[in-house]
């Protein structure tokens, strides 16, 4: 049934990343199953309809680069949030690479300038800068998680970082599978605020 | 466990609290729920949107997990008991070396008076003595042990993640 893939890999799936011929069998089908989620991240990068050919390249490159990247795959990580992660990057380049079309177009005629040529240059890792933000980043996301009401906070922890299911979480508590939805909804508001903070001056 | 009718739906689309549970792969919604998200482009974007923010902030809580895993692992490290009890050997092992030089210590601080003049002036005479080549000669072994001191010293604050 088409409606039941949304709901694909969403749980570690052992030692995926040590594969034999079968597993590596099994992991392409489970990849395949991811589909319509990559493609609705991808259109959702992109801002563009789901039916859009560029998210069916986004998501055909995507599939690509996990099947032949899965050893890359660490032991127990889901293979949902790490198919994700691909998609959104593939989606992100493929984003500047239109607007960068779109410039070129634009200024076909006008002569390169040197900050033309400085955006080409593939950054290798990050600058003392960017780290010292990402540190910064870090400690404003902990400031953020620790002024979630209690509750809240629990259920965020145990979805992502324990990696427990809604209904598992709502029977640790003790409380209906909606509010632990609620819960979590609304703590990841508030850590996603927090984390775009950065973009913003 | 599945979400109630008022909980999933908002008019003809889902609520964000469906879609957020659809995005984080949870099976708490009614297969029509599940086939309206998998029909609706405006659903199936806002999915997307909702998993892409589930992947961040689970990301960046797992680094922030990881960092601070690794920052009490590090204050951990530091062998606090051993460097005490090595302290505490060496204060016994010295302490009768320091008893035989307390004489010499009180008489070094009633000489201090006559000998600190003389210490000075020699200073000064040295100092002058250092004009010319021998003076470059010395500023420049200072510049270079000031960089290399430098350089020890930004390499210290990076290990100790002070830009990490």
Same mark, same amino acid.
């Given at each position: 049934?088409?409606?039941?893939?949304?709901?694909a890999s969403s749980r570690p799936r052992g030692n995926i990343g040590s594969m034999t011929a079968a597993s590596a069998e099994a992991f392409s089908q489970e990849a395949a199953e991811l589909r319509p989620l990559l493609r609705a991240v991808a259109?959702?990068?992109?801002?563009?309809?789901?039916?859009?050919?560029?998210?069916?390249?986004?998501?055909?490159?995507?599939?690509?680069?996990?099947?032949?990247?899965?050893?890359?795959?660490?032991?127990?990580?889901?293979?949902?949030?790490?198919?994700?992660?691909?998609?959104?990057?593939?989606?992100?380049?493929? #984003? +500047? %690479?239109?607007?960068? =079309?779109?410039?070129?177009? !634009?200024?076909? &005629?006008? *002569? @390169?300038?040197?900050?033309?040529?400085?955006?080409?240059?593939?950054?290798?890792?990050?600058?003392?800068?960017?780290?010292? #933000? +990402? %540190?910064?980043?870090? =400690?404003?996301?902990?400031? !953020?998680?620790? &002024?979630? *009401? @209690?509750?809240?906070?629990?259920?965020?922890?145990?979805?992502?970082?324990?990696?427990?299911?809604?209904?598992?979480?709502?029977?640790?508590?003790?409380?209906?599978?909606?509010?632990?939805?609620?819960?979590?909804?609304?703590?990841?508001?508030?850590?996603?605020?927090?984390?775009?903070?950065?973009?913003?001056? | 466990?599945?979400?109630?009718?008022?909980?999933?739906?908002?008019?003809?689309?889902?609520?964000?609290?469906?879609?957020?549970?659809?995005?984080?792969?949870?099976?708490?919604?009614?297969?029509?729920?599940?086939?309206?998200?998998?029909?609706?482009?405006?659903?199936?974007?806002?999915?997307?949107?909702?998993?892409?923010?589930?992947?961040?902030?689970?990301?960046?809580?797992?680094?922030?997990?990881?960092?601070?895993?690794?920052?009490?692992?590090?204050?951990?490290?530091?062998?606090?008991?051993?460097?005490?009890?090595?302290?505490?050997?060496?204060?016994?092992?010295?302490?009768?070396?320091?008893?035989?030089?307390?004489?010499?210590?009180?008489?070094?601080?009633?000489?201090?008076?006559?000998?600190?003049?003389?210490?000075?002036?020699?200073?000064?005479?040295?100092?002058?003595?250092?004009?010319?080549?021998?003076?470059?000669?010395?500023?420049?072994?200072?510049?270079?042990?000031?960089?290399?001191?430098?350089?020890?010293?930004?390499?210290?604050?990076?290990?100790?993640?002070?830009?990490?």
């Amino acid at each position: 049934m088409l409606g039941a893939v949304f709901f694909a890999s969403s749980r570690p799936r052992g030692n995926i990343g040590s594969m034999t011929a079968a597993s590596a069998e099994a992991f392409s089908q489970e990849a395949a199953e991811l589909r319509p989620l990559l493609r609705a991240v991808a259109a959702s990068v992109l801002h563009v309809a789901p039916g859009h050919p560029d998210v069916e390249d986004a998501v055909s490159e995507t599939m690509r680069r996990a099947i032949e990247g899965r050893g890359r795959l660490r032991p127990g990580e889901p293979v949902r949030a790490w198919i994700v992660g691909i998609v959104k990057h593939v989606a992100l380049d493929a #984003a +500047r %690479s239109r607007t960068r =079309a779109l410039k070129r177009q !634009a200024s076909e &005629a006008a *002569p @390169e300038s040197a900050s033309d040529l400085t955006d080409r240059i593939p950054d290798s890792k990050p600058s003392p800068f960017e780290r010292t #933000a +990402r %540190s910064q980043e870090i =400690a404003r996301l902990d400031a !953020a998680l620790a &002024a979630l *009401p @209690e509750k809240q906070r629990e259920a965020v922890t145990l979805f992502f970082l324990e990696g427990l299911s809604y209904v598992e979480i709502g029977e640790k508590l003790g409380v209906p599978v909606g509010t632990v939805a609620t819960w979590i909804l609304r703590g990841k508001k508030a850590l996603a605020a927090t984390l775009l903070e950065r973009n913003s001056p | 466990m599945k979400l109630t009718e008022a909980e999933t739906w908002e008019g003809e689309h889902l609520s964000e609290l469906a879609l957020s549970c659809i995005a984080d792969a949870q099976d708490v919604v009614d297969p029509v729920a599940r086939v309206h998200a998998e029909s609706c482009a405006e659903c199936t974007l806002r999915i997307g949107a909702l998993a892409l923010e589930s992947h961040d902030v689970g990301a960046a809580l797992k680094v922030a997990k990881s960092l601070s895993i690794e920052k009490a692992k590090a204050s951990q490290r530091f062998p606090t008991v051993l460097v005490a009890a090595a302290v505490i050997v060496a204060a016994v092992c010295g302490a009768p070396a320091l008893l035989d030089a307390a004489p010499r210590a009180i008489a070094w601080i009633y000489a201090a008076p006559r000998v600190l003049p003389v210490l000075a002036m020699s200073f000064v005479a040295a100092s002058k003595s250092l004009s010319g080549p021998s003076g470059a000669a010395v500023s420049l072994v200072a510049t270079f042990a000031l960089a290399l001191i430098g350089f020890a010293v930004a390499r210290a604050s990076r290990t100790s993640g002070v830009t990490s």
